[in-house]
């Protein structure tokens, strides 16, 4: 190949991966002073603002006030808002006091209505929320304003649901659907979320069916600038991950569409989820997506969303959704196997395909994907070990991530360079043979076990359209072989960075992995380009200088802070109280509680609290005892029935609280109400670690259990309840935490910690 045309296809290939990244979102431009019909980012952006002024968890101060911004808006809008109150405990076991903000627009028809969805609480108990979910409570008032200003009236009713103490387990959904009555009259739900403070808003579906009916719905609303793949939405439902969407399709049968962006994974649910950290870009694409889907969903009829068939779907630049019915996987795959032995027996035939030359392709092919794999695999465990501060970022996903998937991705790419450098007397054609087989038998198996990936033989067949030109020209056109590899780096390239970023730096193997898979997509040309040892070397040294960047940007700073966690633990039982913390390396502010050589927390009894990801106390000291009121007890009924021991109890909080968790051992519960709810058999028969359940308080609210077990065995409650007011406790004099640290999301922190054991038989 000429050096002319090598660098010209190289410019081109990158080029189109730069576009597969920027054509996904539309640019941000100041639009404050667009007329007021119109949706405007700036706008949506003032609510951002003043929602996330401060931390505003439930039972927090900030929390009654984001409440009563909303509803001033909602009524300033000419809306008639209403508040519905009750407990609930959802699935996890974690009641709370929720209180959901409701409006309804009437339509001039009689169909089911459309739901419009976003949570106002943040997650306890230092995140700002300004994403998670400001962003979605902003983009929904925005564009309902802007609807109105319209002067357009819907044919359907329009709902819409601010929920509360989604964070805490979906609470605020749970109570809608199963106690509100409008909850009947949702035909379809717009969930608006996210997961980061960045990046493309990717729509993720929520169906007990099949889902072409809200697939082909979504196409026919017109967004213009889709994000989505029936493989994510595939993997989604597989994850634990749970939206408040998620109780309308499991309670009410509900279909539903999620919105959600999770770049900048680092900012979720910590005290960096600010206004300022919020990509304008981002907001503007959710509200890209709620524009037009208010206006379609508003007047188009919903009693025809639910479908027994499924879609296959992808987005392309250009092309927006490109969807079709999974009935097509079988014949499309039977196709490219018929046209892939038609194509070697025309190589063979004509002596471009050579079977000795074949087998040989199998050896470079198979030694990336083993030495990218491996390469992918250690990546993490190593990384941490060369850096143990990543520990403490829960998410899984450092500052310095995208510097770390771009070097796993420029390294993958050099060994697969310098790999078929090595085999540069083996004839073009014969090199595509295996990666295509590969491709088919790794398709055929994604058909059966994941059939959401079936787009993934797209590049493949511009792949075998590649080796069809190679055996019908020796010398093909390289401008037409890299055409035809654009398809593969438009749907693959953003794979790349979205399983680490989504599932954490864990999935590094699949950087590399998907990489390796794009080279191989591509070696129609690639298989052509002369020096291919020098684009490895440049693979490598770009691996070199990525892995420097993240080096030299791994220190914690003011705009990258370290999370910390710092708690009082007090033992009531034994009189003792200790110094705890989360963090795996201790910073200098922790330490000066914890001491030079800090203890395990096994030495003290001390046991796991519940969190997002199962995490424990790694360090604690002893500390001085303060007399901190403990929480009063008050037995109200203690009695056996037919052999059912009956107990009823209140826990009353004698000081200021935010937390209250209850761990239930020995005697096995046949029933539990807690402040009236009901916790459901199932949850009772397979909560973990014994814990019964963790009320998040509400204007210091006791907490009231009735309890039923067999007569005669024990029962053990062990009571955790916490304040999370250490920083400014009249007891203790902790000084404020350096710039370059924050507090830890996902688990308890800052807080004053009494533990409390109850025996009873």
Same mark, same amino acid.
């Given at each position: 190949?000429?050096?002319?045309?090598?660098?010209? *296809?190289?410019?081109?290939?990158?080029?189109?991966?730069?576009?597969?990244?920027?054509?996904?979102?539309?640019? @941000?431009?100041?639009?404050?002073?667009?007329?007021?019909?119109?949706?405007?980012?700036?706008?949506?952006?003032?609510?951002?603002?003043?929602?996330?002024?401060?931390?505003?968890?439930?039972?927090?101060?900030?929390?009654?006030?984001?409440?009563?911004?909303?509803?001033?808006?909602?009524?300033?809008?000419?809306?008639?808002?209403?508040?519905?109150?009750?407990?609930?405990?959802?699935?996890?076991?974690?009641?709370?006091?929720?209180?959901?903000?409701?409006?309804?627009?009437?339509?001039?028809?009689?169909?089911?209505? !459309?739901?419009?969805?976003?949570? @106002?609480?943040?997650?306890?108990?230092?995140?700002?929320?300004?994403?998670?979910?400001?962003?979605?409570?902003?983009?929904?008032?925005?564009?309902?304003?802007?609807?109105?200003?319209?002067?357009?009236?819907?044919?359907?009713?329009?709902?819409?649901?601010?929920?509360?103490?989604?964070? !805490?387990?979906?609470?605020?959904?749970?109570?809608?659907?199963?106690?509100?009555?409008?909850?009947?009259?949702?035909?379809? #739900?717009?969930?608006?979320?996210?997961?980061?403070?960045?990046?493309?808003?990717?729509?993720?579906?929520?169906?007990?069916?099949?889902?072409?009916?809200?697939?082909?719905?979504?196409?026919?609303?017109?967004?213009?600038?889709?994000?989505?793949?029936?493989?994510?939405?595939? /993997?989604?439902?597989?994850?634990?991950?749970?939206?408040?969407?998620?109780?309308?399709?499991?309670?009410?049968?509900?279909?539903?569409?999620?919105?959600?962006?999770?770049?900048?994974?680092?900012?979720?649910?910590?005290?960096?989820?600010?206004?300022?950290?919020?990509?304008?870009?981002?907001?503007?694409?959710?509200?890209?997506?709620?524009?037009?889907?208010?206006?379609?969903?508003?007047?188009?009829?919903?009693?025809?969303?639910?479908?027994?068939?499924?879609?296959?779907?992808?987005?392309?630049?250009?092309?927006?959704?490109?969807?079709?019915?999974?009935?097509?996987?079988?014949?499309?795959?039977?196709?490219?196997?018929?046209?892939?032995?038609?194509?070697?027996?025309?190589?063979?035939?004509?002596?471009?395909?050579?079977?000795?030359?074949?087998?040989?392709?199998?050896?470079?092919?198979?030694?990336?994907?083993?030495?990218?794999?491996?390469?992918?695999?250690?990546?993490?465990?190593?990384?941490?070990?060369?850096?143990?501060?990543?520990?403490?970022?829960?998410?899984?996903?450092?500052?310095?991530?995208?510097?770390?998937?771009?070097?796993?991705?420029?390294?993958?790419?050099?060994?697969?360079?310098?790999?078929?450098?090595?085999?540069?007397?083996?004839?073009?054609?014969? $090199?595509?043979?295996?990666?295509?087989?590969?491709?088919?038998?790794? *398709?055929?198996?994604?058909? /059966?076990?994941?059939?959401?990936?079936?787009?993934?033989?797209?590049?493949? /067949?511009?792949?075998?359209?590649?080796?069809?030109?190679?055996?019908?020209?020796?010398?093909?056109?390289?401008?037409?072989?890299?055409?035809?590899?654009?398809?593969?780096?438009?749907?693959?390239?953003?794979?790349?960075?979205?399983?680490?970023?989504?599932?954490?730096?864990?999935?590094?193997?699949?950087?590399?992995?998907?990489?390796?898979?794009?080279?191989?997509?591509?070696?129609?040309?690639?298989?052509?380009?002369?020096?291919?040892?020098?684009?490895?070397?440049?693979?490598?040294?770009?691996?070199?200088?990525?892995?420097?960047?993240?080096?030299?940007?791994?220190?914690? $700073?003011?705009?990258?802070?370290?999370?910390?966690?710092?708690?009082?633990?007090?033992?009531?039982?034994?009189?003792?109280?200790?110094?705890?913390? @989360?963090?795996?390396?201790?910073?200098?502010?922790?330490?000066?509680?914890?001491?030079?050589?800090?203890?395990?927390?096994?030495?003290?009894?001390?046991?796991?609290?519940?969190?997002?990801?199962?995490?424990?106390?790694?360090?604690?000291?002893?500390?001085?005892?303060?007399?901190?009121?403990?929480?009063?007890?008050?037995?109200?009924?203690?009695?056996?029935?037919?052999?059912?021991?009956?107990?009823?109890?209140?826990?009353?909080?004698?000081?200021?609280?935010?937390?209250?968790?209850?761990?239930?051992?020995?005697?096995?519960?046949?029933?539990?109400?807690?402040?009236?709810?009901?916790?459901?058999?199932?949850?009772?028969?397979?909560?973990?670690?014994?814990?019964?359940?963790?009320?998040?308080?509400?204007?210091?609210?006791? $907490?009231?259990?009735?309890?039923?077990?067999?007569?005669?065995?024990?029962?053990?409650?062990?009571?955790?309840?916490?304040?999370?007011?250490?920083?400014?406790?009249?007891?203790?004099?902790?000084?404020?935490?350096?710039?370059?640290?924050?507090?830890?999301?996902?688990?308890?922190?800052?807080? #004053?910690?009494?533990?409390?054991?109850?025996?009873?038989?």
């Amino acid at each position: 190949m000429k050096p002319t045309a090598t660098v010209l *296809c190289l410019l081109l290939l990158l080029a189109a991966t730069f576009w597969a990244f920027e054509s996904a979102t539309p640019r @941000y431009h100041e639009d404050a002073d667009v007329p007021a019909a119109e949706f405007s980012t700036d706008r949506a952006m003032e609510h951002v603002v003043a929602i996330a002024r401060k931390p505003h968890g439930v039972g927090f101060p900030g929390h009654d006030d984001v409440r009563e911004y909303l509803v001033r808006t909602l009524r300033g809008m000419g809306l008639e808002p209403e508040l519905q109150e009750g407990y609930t405990a959802g699935d996890w076991g974690n009641l709370s006091k929720a209180v959901n903000i409701l409006a309804r627009i009437p339509g001039t028809g009689s169909g089911k209505a !459309l739901l419009l969805l976003s949570h @106002y609480d943040s997650s306890p108990h230092s995140s700002f929320g300004a994403s998670d979910a400001g962003s979605g409570v902003a983009v929904i008032l925005e564009a309902v304003r802007a609807y109105r200003e319209s002067g357009e009236q819907p044919a359907n009713d329009i709902i819409l649901l601010f929920s509360d103490a989604e964070e !805490l387990g979906l609470n605020g959904a749970d109570l809608f659907v199963n106690q509100h009555p409008w909850a009947q009259d949702v035909g379809l #739900v717009l969930n608006f979320e996210a997961r980061g403070s960045g990046g493309p808003g990717y729509m993720l579906l929520e169906t007990n069916g099949g889902n072409s009916g809200l697939v082909d719905a979504f196409v026919a609303a017109g967004a213009e600038y889709p994000v989505a793949n029936s493989l994510a939405y595939s /993997i989604y439902k597989m994850l634990p991950n749970d939206t408040d969407l998620t109780v309308f399709r499991e309670d009410g049968d509900i279909e539903g569409m999620n919105f959600a962006f999770i770049d900048d994974h680092f900012d979720y649910h910590t005290a960096l989820d600010t206004p300022e950290r919020l990509d304008l870009r981002t907001l503007a694409h959710q509200g890209s997506y709620l524009v037009p889907l208010l206006e379609h969903f508003s007047q188009a009829s919903l009693d025809g969303l639910k479908s027994g068939e499924d879609s296959v779907y992808f987005n392309l630049p250009f092309f927006g959704l490109v969807t079709y019915p999974f009935r097509w996987i079988w014949p499309i795959f039977g196709l490219a196997v018929l046209g892939f032995l038609l194509v070697c027996a025309i190589g063979l035939r004509n002596g471009q395909l050579h079977g000795r030359g074949i087998l040989k392709g199998f050896a470079p092919l198979f030694a990336c994907l083993i030495l990218n794999g491996a390469a992918g695999y250690f990546a993490w465990p190593l990384l941490k070990t060369l850096y143990p501060g990543y520990g403490d970022i829960l998410q899984g996903f450092p500052y310095n991530g995208y510097l770390y998937i771009a070097a796993w991705a420029a390294l993958a790419a050099g060994i697969c360079f310098l790999v078929y450098s090595r085999f540069r007397k083996l004839p073009p054609a014969d $090199t595509l043979v295996a990666p295509l087989l590969l491709w088919l038998v790794l *398709c055929g198996v994604l058909n /059966i076990y994941l059939p959401g990936a079936a787009f993934f033989l797209i590049p493949g /067949i511009a792949l075998l359209m590649a080796l069809l030109i190679s055996c019908l020209k020796e010398s093909p056109n390289p401008y037409v072989l890299c055409l035809l590899g654009i398809p593969a780096l438009w749907i693959f390239a953003p794979f790349v960075k979205m399983f680490p970023v989504g599932l954490g730096m864990k999935m590094l193997i699949a950087a590399s992995l998907m990489t390796t898979f794009l080279f191989l997509l591509l070696l129609g040309l690639l298989a052509r380009l002369p020096n291919k040892a020098r684009l490895g070397g440049l693979g490598l040294l770009l691996f070199a200088g990525f892995l420097a960047g993240a080096h030299f940007s791994s220190r914690y $700073t003011p705009e990258n802070p370290k999370p910390t966690s710092l708690l009082y633990v007090g033992q009531t039982d034994t009189q003792q109280a200790f110094w705890a913390t @989360y963090e795996q390396v201790p910073s200098d502010w922790t330490q000066a509680y914890l001491g030079p050589e800090p203890e395990r927390p096994e030495t003290a009894g001390l046991h796991t609290l519940s969190s997002k990801y199962n995490s424990g106390f790694t360090f604690i000291r002893e500390a001085s005892r303060k007399p901190i009121p403990e929480p009063a007890v008050e037995i109200l009924t203690d009695t056996l029935i037919g052999g059912r021991h009956h107990l009823v109890l209140e826990i009353i909080p004698q000081r200021d609280i935010n937390r209250l968790e209850v761990f239930a051992t020995g005697a096995e519960l046949s029933a539990a109400r807690v402040n009236g709810v009901e916790l459901s058999e199932d949850y009772l028969d397979r909560r973990r670690g014994g814990k019964l359940v963790t009320h998040y308080v509400s204007d210091n609210a006791p $907490t009231r259990l009735d309890l039923e077990f067999p007569a005669g065995e024990a029962l053990e409650l062990t009571l955790y309840e916490a304040s999370n007011d250490l920083l400014d406790n009249p007891w203790f004099s902790i000084p404020p935490r350096p710039a370059e640290t924050i507090p830890m999301p996902f688990i308890l922190n800052d807080a #004053v910690l009494l533990i409390k054991s109850l025996h009873f038989e």
